[in-house]
């Protein structure tokens, strides 16, 4: 029924890659109307056209384009977005993608899933599904929170391995998604003063 939906999902939002099976269910019962576990905590599957979120620069007015700090940090992020898969996002604007940098994915089997929040911090959810990243994040050490979603999304045929926050694999992204976007920033804003003194 969202075959073509999903196929517009995987080219946009995962660069042609496979759409992993919890997302796919995760979509396509948003998608039907009857929902899933994560948005009565205000999480959504974004939209296959959706604008990425770290590329979205509406929200700055001219005294914010004016400055080369806020546009190195601007620059930095739409380099961060060819890497980061934005795939959900929670009312507030923080948004959940897959980390999928060269290095990583060298490096392992699965990418890492982020949580990127309004301040642009990164936060390393580890190499897991997106349910369990969401769920982790979700629950952190409440455990019976864990386990009534974690029943929650098995009736959407989402498998939950472990019983509780503490027994997920938290491992590192390769590189730190947040050392890279300031490694991106520094060397932006290296460029734009120079830049200003090249101009007459």
Same mark, same amino acid.
Request: hydrophobic share 35%; charged share 30%; glycine share 4%.
């Given at each position: 029924?969202?075959?073509?939906?999903?196929?517009?999902?995987?080219?946009?939002?995962?660069?042609?890659?496979?759409?992993?099976?919890?997302?796919?269910?995760?979509?396509?019962?948003?998608?039907?109307?009857?929902?899933?576990?994560?948005?009565?905590?205000?999480?959504?599957?974004?939209?296959?056209?959706?604008?990425?979120?770290?590329?979205?620069?509406?929200?700055?007015?001219?005294?914010?384009?004016?400055?080369?700090?806020?546009?190195?940090?601007?620059?930095?992020?739409?380099?961060?977005?060819?890497?980061?898969?934005?795939?959900?996002?929670?009312?507030?604007?923080?948004?959940?993608?897959?980390?999928?940098?060269? +290095?990583?994915?060298?490096?392992?089997? $699965?990418? &890492?899933?982020?949580?990127? %929040?309004?301040?642009?911090?990164?936060? =390393?959810? @580890?190499?897991?599904?997106?349910?369990?990243?969401?769920?982790?994040?979700?629950?952190?050490?409440?455990?019976?929170?864990?386990?009534?979603?974690?029943?929650?999304?098995? +009736?959407?045929?989402?498998?939950?391995? $472990?019983? &509780?926050?503490?027994?997920? %694999?938290?491992?590192?992204?390769?590189? =730190?998604? @947040?050392?890279?976007?300031?490694?991106?920033?520094?060397?932006?804003?290296?460029?734009?003063?120079?830049?200003?003194?090249?101009?007459?």
């Amino acid at each position: 029924m969202f075959d073509e939906r999903l196929e517009e999902f995987c080219r946009e939002r995962l660069g042609g890659r496979p759409v992993p099976e919890d997302l796919r269910l995760l979509a396509t019962a948003q998608w039907e109307g009857s929902g899933h576990p994560f948005e009565q905590f205000g999480i959504t599957v974004l939209d296959p056209g959706a604008q990425h979120p770290l590329t979205d620069t509406s929200y700055l007015n001219e005294k914010e384009r004016a400055n080369p700090d806020v546009m190195a940090n601007c620059a930095a992020s739409r380099q961060m977005a060819k890497w980061l898969a934005a795939v959900a996002q929670e009312e507030d604007g923080s948004f959940y993608g897959y980390w999928l940098h060269p +290095q990583q994915r060298r490096d392992r089997q $699965v990418p &890492s899933v982020i949580k990127v %929040d309004t301040e642009l911090t990164y936060w =390393d959810l @580890g190499e897991c599904t997106l349910s369990e990243a969401c769920l982790y994040d979700i629950a952190f050490d409440d455990d019976e929170l864990f386990e009534r979603v974690a029943a929650e999304l098995a +009736q959407l045929h989402i498998s939950v391995p $472990v019983r &509780s926050r503490v027994d997920l %694999d938290v491992l590192s992204a390769v590189p =730190d998604p @947040g050392d890279m976007h300031q490694q991106l920033y520094y060397a932006e804003r290296k460029r734009l003063r120079m830049t200003d003194r090249l101009d007459p």
